[in-house]
């Protein structure tokens, strides 16, 4: 059972989507299912934009963004408050960009008034793009992307590019009402299928930027899936099969509903919480910024690597540890994309056991059931 960030798990219909025999991707059969998913994708990012599809983790969407609509030399800014929004410092600097980072401690979200300075500190609007990661899947917070968005557009000449990856799909990302230039994920998050496929949605703005970016492109040049896109075929051989993973985990989406989606991962994000305090195990980070897709947690009197090895090895649930300096110091339990509320009661209850195991006495037996249960059942 995966309880990590990534990959998580796939659902029974989305398997068998798969286990078919490739179809030759120049056929009209393609063409039909590139259609569809096309059209579901635009729904899922509530956006008429472009949705183009790569064969590529999350990071390669990240990258696209980048070299796509920008220039050697361009100074952008970077919110940074995570090992995500260090890597989208890290892409933009390998491609020779200036930036300017605004930071946050890990577990804090980002403060959107660092924003508004320095963006109206820019006069000369020489700030080409603002580049932030929405959920910080590092260290389980949201970061105020609405607000932050709203001075972008204040600015009125940076483009906006979001790391999407683990709020697509989990909480509203709502393209097209909020103006988002760019917008990042992958396939083994929100959307419940395997690690392969990457999405990123290109605005009209940033295609008006893509005409005289000038950095160094090619299997990533987004031009090319745009043209081929609007005839429902793709520049290069597209991963067939995940295409099958793509229509079925949309259509399972569909049917569930966008409103019903980010319900059961709010519900979910508040019994996890919930859950851990009554077991009195800190929550690192913030209630009002927590991500909707993983809750991290900070133990005192107990060992958090034990804790993932026990819950690995007796109950076959796979939690994620921390990353840099918090490695050893947190757990992160994900709540991403195919998970119900038994999975949810399932953890739970399993971690009261190996807490327990491990000698932790802290709580009462049954109390992070008990008050995970009340808010899934309210
Ligand atoms: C998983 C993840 C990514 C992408 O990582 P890949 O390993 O390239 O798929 C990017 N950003 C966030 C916030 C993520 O959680």
Redesign the pocket.
């Known amino acids: 059972m995966l309880m990590i960030?990534?990959p998580t798990p796939v659902p029974e219909q989305v398997l068998l989507a798969m286990a078919k025999h490739p179809m030759g991707h120049r056929s009209g059969e393609f063409s039909a299912l590139m259609a569809e998913v096309t059209e579901n994708l635009k729904w899922l990012h509530q956006t008429q934009n472009d949705v183009l599809i790569l064969a590529?983790?999350?990071?390669?969407a990240?990258e696209a963004g980048i070299i796509n609509f920008l220039s050697q030399g361009d100074r952008v800014l970077v919110g940074n408050n995570g090992k995500?929004g260090e890597?989208w410092g890290k892409v933009a600097r390998a491609y020779g960009l200036e930036t300017q980072e605004i930071t946050a401690e890990w577990g804090k979200p980002l403060n959107p008034d660092d924003f508004k300075a320095a963006l109206e500190a820019d006069t000369d609007k020489s700030i080409k793009a603002v580049i932030l990661?929405?959920?910080?899947?590092?260290t389980g917070v949201l970061n105020d992307l609405e607000t932050i968005n709203a001075h972008v557009k204040a600015h009125g000449q940076a483009l906006i590019m979001v790391?999407a990856?683990?709020s697509m799909g989990a909480c509203p990302v709502p393209v097209d009402a909020w103006g988002l230039d760019v917008v990042?994920s992958?396939s083994?998050?929100g959307y419940m299928i395997p690690?392969g496929l990457?999405f990123v949605s290109v605005g009209p703005r940033a295609w008006a930027a893509y005409e005289t970016a000038n950095l160094p492109k090619f299997y990533l040049d987004l031009g090319p899936y745009r043209k081929d896109g609007a005839k429902n075929t793709t520049p290069f051989t597209p991963p067939v099969n995940l295409f099958f993973a793509l229509q079925a985990a949309l259509q399972m989406m569909k049917k569930e509903g966008l409103e019903a989606i980010f319900a059961r991962h709010d519900r979910q994000r508040r019994a996890t919480r919930a859950a851990m305090a009554a077991l009195n195990l800190p929550l690192f980070g913030a209630d009002d910024s927590a991500s909707p897709?993983i809750t991290a947690v900070m133990p005192q009197q107990v060992d958090a690597e034990q804790v993932r090895s026990v819950m690995k090895k007796r109950f076959d649930i796979a939690l994620a540890g921390g990353q840099d300096h918090l490695k050893g110091k947190i757990f992160r339990i994900g709540h991403l994309g195919f998970v119900c509320d038994r999975d949810i009661l399932s953890a739970v209850a399993a971690l009261e056991a190996t807490l327990t195991h491990l000698g932790y006495d802290q709580f009462t037996p049954g109390a992070g059931v008990n008050a995970a249960g009340q808010i899934l059942l309210a």
């Open positions: 960030p990534g590529a983790s999350g990071t390669g990240m995500f890597r990661t929405h959920s910080e899947t590092s790391d990856v683990t990042a992958g083994q998050k690690p990457a897709a």
